[in-house]
Each structure stands twice: as structure tokens, then as C-alpha cells.
């Protein structure tokens, strides 16, 4: 096996996730570009490389079983196995979401992606994973998810989310059951929040940057061996739960 570090990044090819693919490529490590849309794949993959970084497509959708299934696959006969593996991809849903009169559909398809999704890809990756010598998983969420925030009068947390926000609430919960799990290896698991970053997924309205959403998911994903599992950060630090 490649000494090389290898990184997989769901959701690569645009937005925050492509700045993290290009973040860790800085570090010469191998990046696998996941993304659904072929074109788009290529297109970031070819953009990535033409800037210096090491990096492979990976067709990657993560609502499909068989998908993923393939993506581990292509991953472990490219490179033999895993070390960092950043859980990106997500969507917000339709924006109608109050809880009294959001469709259900749109409930069902932000958990599908932001949790099911994670889960589904995590347990892919596990046996790639557990072949590094400091495997790392950074689960990207958002400080909407925190409980202690949306309770805390005069919190900004945007608009009110019957689907999205409590997706990344749940995503949270997953991350530490995982983290409690996982206890007794060298995996380290951590939640992210990028901060409100302007990108197509909310229609860039976000006050900072891709490049900002993603120093994060960097930092977590480059921690010491000694470093904490099963919390959730922002660039300022710890956020509460």
C-alpha cells in the first residue's frame, strides 16, 4: 500500500466540499473526489489537479447502497485503504419547512442524505479505515443542529427547520454513538460546523467563505493521535451540544 494519505470526500465537487478536497491535496495527500454527477466530478477533478493536488474520481451517491458499495471498492483497489474519510455531501430540502406544515417527503429526504447517508458510507469505509495507521472521520453538520443554541433566546439559527436543522441534530447524535463505539480504537470521529457559508445550497446567501466552511473539516481531519473524538467544533472551538 501507498504511503501517500488518502482522503475521500463526499459531496467533492463543488462548494465546501471541494474546498476541503483542495485543502488536503495542499498536503500532498491523495484525494478521492465523491460527487453523484459525472461531469461535475471530472470537471472538479481535473481543476484540482491542474492546481497541484493529487486527485481521483470516486462515483459516489450516497442514498445508494450499491453505489457506495462500488466507491469502497474502487478505493480499496486504487489505494488498499482509507484514512481520512470527510462525510460532506447534504442538502437542505424543499424550503418550506415548518414543522406544522413541512411534507413529510422533504423530512424523509434530509435525514436519507444527511444522516442515512453518513451512516451508510462510514460503514463502507470502516474496514479501509481500520488499515490506517490514524484514520480519521469528520462528519460535516452545522451549528443549526445544536440544541443549547436553537434554546438559547436571542441565538440566531436561522429560519425555523422542521427537516434540516433537526437532520443535523441527529447527524450529532450519530456521531457520538459512533465516537462511544469506536472508543477502543485509533479511528477519531468528530461533527463540523463550516459557519453560514455562501453556496448553492443556500442559495449563497452564507457570509463567509467555501474556503473559511472548510478550515474545519481540516483541522479535524489532521488531528494528533491524542486528539479528542465524538465532539463538535466550529473555527472558535467546542460547540454545545
Request: one cysteine or more.
Amino acid at each position: 500500500m501507498s504511503e501517500q494519505t488518502i482522503a475521500l470526500v463526499t459531496g467533492a465537487n463543488k462548494g465546501i466540499g471541494y474546498e476541503i478536497a483542495a485543502g488536503l491535496g495542499t498536503l500532498g495527500w491523495r484525494i478521492g473526489v465523491g460527487a453523484r454527477d459525472a461531469e461535475r466530478r471530472e470537471t472538479a477533478v481535473a481543476k484540482l489537479r491542474a492546481g497541484g493536488v493529487d486527485a481521483f474520481g470516486v462515483p459516489l451517491d450516497v442514498t445508494d447502497d450499491a453505489s457506495v458499495a462500488d466507491a469502497a471498492g474502487l478505493i480499496e483497489e486504487s489505494a488498499g485503504r482509507l484514512d481520512v474519510l470527510v462525510n460532506n455531501a447534504g442538502i437542505t430540502g424543499d424550503p418550506a419547512q415548518l414543522p406544522t406544515t413541512v411534507d413529510v417527503t422533504t423530512v424523509r429526504a434530509a435525514v436519507e442524505t444527511n444522516v442515512i447517508g453518513v451512516i451508510r458510507v462510514t460503514n463502507a469505509m470502516l474496514p479501509l479505515l481500520r488499515r490506517s495507521s490514524s484514520p480519521r472521520i469528520v462528519n460535516m453538520s452545522s451549528g443549526v443542529g445544536s440544541l443549547t443554541r436553537q434554546t438559547t433566546p436571542g441565538t440566531d439559527t436561522g429560519p425555523i427547520s422542521g427537516a434540516y436543522a433537526p437532520s443535523k441534530t441527529f447527524l450529532n447524535a450519530v456521531t457520538v454513538q459512533y465516537a462511544k463505539e469506536l472508543g477502543d480504537t485509533n479511528i477519531l470521529i468528530n461533527a463540523a460546523c463550516p459557519g453560514y457559508c455562501a453556496t448553492d445550497l443556500n442559495g449563497f446567501r452564507g457570509f463567509r467563505t467555501p474556503e473559511q466552511g472548510a478550515a474545519i473539516a481540516l483541522r479535524l481531519a489532521t488531528l494528533p493521535d491524542d486528539g479528542p473524538t465524538g465532539s463538535f467544533f466550529d473555527d472558535e472551538g467546542e460547540v454545545p451540544w
